[in-house]
C-alpha cells in the first residue's frame, strides 16, 4: 500500500541527488560547533560547519531503495546507528530481506553490523553513548533489544503490555529515546484498530509501559523536562512532561490550498533549547527542515532538500 508518507519518500528520490560530493554540496546546512545527521532512502549525510560525509549501506540492495528505516547520532556525534537491509536472499518469501544494526564511526570513516532480522526499527543511543535501544522483528514476535557497544553483545529487554486494549506492538518507524537518566525508554506503539499511535514510556528495570500521549516520533529533551512529539495526525508538534501532564503546543503546520504534516523525527538541540521539526509539502513531498527556538517560537526554514533531519550533537573536535 502506497501510504502519503511513502508516496513523500518516492518523490524525494527522484528529486534528490544520490550521490553528492560534500565539498560541492552547498544545500545541506551546517550549525557551529554541532554534528547534524539528515537523511532518505539509501543515503545519510553527516554535517559540520568544516565537512559533508555522505553515508550509504553496506551493500546496495534494492530494498534500501524502497524501505527506509529511520537513523540516529549519538550524543557525542561519533557514531551513527541505523537498521538497513544486507542481504537479499533467493527464495523470494516475504522476509527475503535480512536487516542488520549498521554502526558507523565518524572518525573512522567505517561500518561495522551486527544482527540478522526480518525487519528492524529505529536505534536509540543512550546518554552516554554506550548503549542502543531498537525493535527487532522475526515474523509476527517482535523484541526490544539492547545492544552494548564496548562487549559487542545484544539483550532483549522485557516489556510488560499490561493488557492495554489501545495499544499494539512498537512501530518500526516510530520514534523511541532515552531519558537522561538512562533508567528508560520513550517508545512509539502502534495503535490497535484505527486508533492513532501511542506514546509510553517504558521503565527498563520493571518492563512496565504507562501511556502519556496520542502521537508519533517521540523525543526525550536532554534536560528530560520534556518529551517532544508530532500529534493530531502529525499537524502539531507538542511538549509533554515525562508523566504525560503540562501537555503544550510548540509549532503545528499550516494547510492553505496543499496539505502539509510533520514526519520522520522530532531532534533537539544539545541544550535542549531547539528543535529540528522535519515538514513537508502534500503536493512535491518535499521536506523542509526547519528551526524552532522555544523561547521564543520563531520558526526558521533551514534546508528544504529533501533530506530530513535525523540527528543533532555537540561537535566534540
Known amino acids: ?10 518523490v524525494a528520490l527522484l528529486i534528490v541527488p544520490r550521490s553528492i560530493s560534500g565539498a560541492d554540496d ?15 532512502y539509501n543515503e545519510l549525510r553527516v554535517a559540520t560547519d568544516k565537512d559533508v560525509v555522505t553515508l550509504k549501506p553496506t551493500v546496495d540492495l534494492g530494498c534500501n531503495h524502497g524501505y527506509f528505516t529511520y537513523p540516529r547520532l549519538d550524543p557525542l556525534g561519533n557514531l551513527v546507528a541505523w537498521g538497513f537491509a544486507v542481504e537479499s536472499r533467493k527464495d523470494k518469501s516475504p522476509n527475503s ?7 558507523y564511526s565518524i572518525k573512522e570513516r567505517k561500518w561495522r553490523t551486527y544482527g540478522d532480522f526480518d525487519d528492524i526499527g529505529t536505534p536509540a543511543f543512550s546518554p552516554d553513548g ?3 535501544a531498537f525493535a527487532t522483528f522475526e515474523g509476527r514476535h517482535e523484541d526490544l533489544r539492547l545492544f552494548d557497544i564496548s562487549t559487542e553483545t545484544m539483550t532483549v529487554t522485557n516489556v510488560n503490555a499490561g493488557g492495554n486494549q489501545d495499544r499494539a506492538g512498537i512501530t518500526a518507524k516510530g520514534g523511541i529515546g532515552w531519558s537522561p537518566d ?9 495503535g490497535r484498530g484505527d486508533r492513532p499511535p501511542l506514546i509510553g514510556v517504558i521503565d527498563l528495570l520493571t518492563g512496565e509501559v504507562k501511556s502519556i500521549a496520542e502521537g508519533s516520533h517521540p523525543s526525550w529533551s536532554p534536560t528530560g523536562e520534556w518529551i517532544a512529539y508530532y500529534g493530531d495526525f502529525d499537524k502539531k508538534c507538542i511538549l509533554v512532561h515525562p508523566d504525560g501532564s ?33 515538514a513537508w509539502r502534500g503536493e512535491s513531498g518535499t521536506i523542509e527542515v526547519m528551526l524552532l527556538d522555544l523561547k521564543t517560537g520563531r520558526s526558521t526554514k533551514k534546508q528544504s532538500d529533501g533530506l530530513a533531519a535525523f540527528g543533532w550533537a555537540k561537535w566534540q573536535g
Open 1 to 10: 500500500m502506497f501510504t502519503p508518507q511513502r508516496v513523500r519518500f518516492i
Open 26 to 40: 552547498k544545500r545541506t546546512f551546517s550549525l557551529a560547533d554541532s554534528v547534524l545527521l539528515f537523511g532518505t
Open 97 to 103: 530481506c535480512r536487516f542488520s544494526l549498521g554502526i
Open 130 to 132: 554506550s548503549k542502543i
Open 182 to 190: 538512562g533508567k528508560r525508554l520513550v517508545v512509539e506503539f502502534s
Open 246 to 278: 503540562g501537555a503544550r503546543i510548540v509549532s503545528k503546520v499550516k494547510n492553505f490550498f496543499v496539505y502539509r504534516g510533520y514526519s520522520d523525527a522530532v531532534v533537539w538541540s544539545p541544550d535542549g533549547k531547539q528543535l529540528l521539526l522535519n
